[in-house]
């Protein structure tokens, strides 16, 4: 992947400062309506980003090339899915009080972001095989939001999560 290509804001909701944003807001532990609506936010950038990196491959649909690359945005979007899947239940948690042990809950959000960033990188090796120059430059751009933007953001809201749980235990 290119280093230092600037990524795509504009068409996603979740910006940059929205990430320094969520280290700022005062209650957002305590704001499970804020939280689930931030999470809401984060499926719908997740399924533009999809959309768009899928139009992009689909110009050089091939037989053998398309498993590739369909493959690998389909498990990113799962990985993504199950992410969202932790989030809200560990929001849910929160909520309810849930004093329960959740190591397990976030160890298979661990290791759903690690899946996604190893499939980025796959996706992007995929990419500069299958795209002409210009589009392989474009989709770095998408795949730079995902790994400095997105990915981030998403880690962060799940620290928060966390040490919000971790609070609640003891």
């Not at 990419?127 to 990915?151: G, R």
Request: aromatic fraction near 10%; include cysteine; hydrophobic fraction near 35%.
């Amino acid at each position: 992947m290119k280093k230092n290509t600037p990524f795509i804001s504009s068409k996603y909701k979740v910006g940059q400062t929205d990430l320094e944003n969520l280290r700022d807001i005062r209650g957002f532990s305590n704001d499970t309506q804020k939280q689930l609506t931030q999470i809401k936010v984060v499926e719908k950038d997740i399924a533009s980003w999809k959309d768009y990196a899928h139009d992009l491959f689909i110009k050089y649909d091939s037989e053998d090339a398309q498993n590739d690359w369909v493959i690998t945005l389909t498990d990113i979007k799962t990985y993504f899915a199950s992410v969202i899947h932790y989030l809200n239940n560990a929001v849910e948690k929160k909520q309810n009080k849930t004093t329960s042990d959740h190591t397990d809950l976030w160890s298979a959000f661990d290791s759903r972001i690690l899946n996604i960033t190893k499939s980025l990188r796959k996706l992007d090796i995929i990419a500069k095989d299958q795209l002409t120059e210009k589009d392989y430059s474009s989709l770095t751009q998408e795949i730079n939001y995902m790994n400095h933007v997105l990915l981030p953001y998403v880690v962060e809201f799940g620290s928060y999560c966390r040490k919000a749980l971790e609070v609640d235990n003891s």
